[in-house]
């Protein structure tokens, strides 16, 4: 499908508010940002990849369990209106504002799906440690495209996690993908277990409709059950875009020890303090004319 004659614009302005919450509480929703016509768009492309799925993907529910939870990586490079989402769409524009930068490279794109009856959980995790990268300047954005509520597995944050000044130890999405033993070498501090005292935290959650979207900052801690509906789906695709001020970090336990995930980067030397530039973290701002 063409995405040419799709909005490049974003439904409404990024207001000073939307930004202040960001950065005071790590997260906060975006109410109607996304055009309608992208989300029919990206409805059809996550059914076309859930058919096909990718060779870094991952099938996080165990075989023979109810229900289906799917992950995949880097999949704006092998599908066309996933290429056109991350650049044409109004997600730039977006990333440019709230990040206060001049210039926007794509980082990665990350599709996570939870069918009714999923059972399995996104555990309490932040994005950065997973990453090598460091710097101010990056963000994530979480785009769903069903309603996502509680029932169906939305994502929900600690409010000002990311002031704690800690990075902890990435934790596997699931058992037996191979990620444990990576991340194990990062060496950081356990996570503790929010789940036994989850009272002792502010949770910031909402339900979105399609067209909203969640902006994170890498170190906020954030979870997701399982998908209880009976009917609803959890389509979600997660985005990251780095700043002016984002580079490589050459630290030990990131995703770049990963085979199956380098496979899709052929090539790839990137060196501590390295720019995030090439043809596999494109420009995405300012647009090409």
Same mark, same amino acid.
């Given at each position: 499908m063409t995405t040419t004659t799709l909005p490049h614009e974003l439904t409404r302005a990024i207001s000073a508010e939307d930004i202040a919450a960001y950065e005071r509480d790590g997260a906060t929703v975006l109410r109607n940002v996304v055009p309608m016509e992208w989300v029919e768009v990206m409805r059809t492309a996550i059914d076309r990849i859930l058919a096909d799925p990718g060779s870094a993907s991952v099938e996080y529910t165990p075989g023979g369990k109810p229900g289906r939870y799917y992950g995949d990586f880097f999949v704006w490079m092998r599908d066309a209106d996933f290429e056109a989402f991350i650049k044409d769409s109004p997600m730039p524009e977006l990333a440019v504002q709230v990040m206060k930068t001049q210039a926007a490279h794509f980082f990665y794109d990350q599709l996570l799906v939870k069918e009714p009856g999923t059972r &399995? $959980?996104? @555990?309490?995790?932040?994005?950065? @440690?997973?990453? $090598? =990268?460091?710097? &101010?300047?990056?963000?994530?954005?979480? =785009? $769903?495209?069903d309603r996502a509520t509680v029932d169906s597995g939305v994502v929900v944050y600690i409010k000002g996690s990311h002031r704690w000044g800690k990075m902890f130890a990435p934790a596997a999405f699931g058992k037996n993908t191979g990620f444990a033993e990576i991340y194990a070498r990062a060496g950081l501090e356990p996570l503790p277990d929010i789940e036994a005292e989850r009272d002792k935290y502010e949770i910031l959650s909402w339900e979105l409709d399609p067209g909203d979207v969640i902006i994170h900052h890498p170190l906020t801690l954030h979870y997701a059950s399982g998908n209880a509906s009976a009917t609803g789906r959890r389509r979600g695709l997660a985005l990251r875009y780095l700043g002016d001020d984002a580079e490589y970090d050459d630290r030990p336990g990131t995703f770049v020890e990963n085979q199956k995930v380098m496979a899709l980067l052929p090539g790839f030397a990137m060196q501590d303090g390295d720019k995030y530039v090439g043809q596999y973290f494109p420009q995405v701002w300012p647009r090409d004319s």
């Open positions: &399995e $959980p996104t @555990p309490w995790h932040q994005d950065l @440690p997973y990453w $090598p =990268v460091r710097g &101010e300047q990056i963000l994530s954005i979480w =785009v $769903p495209f």
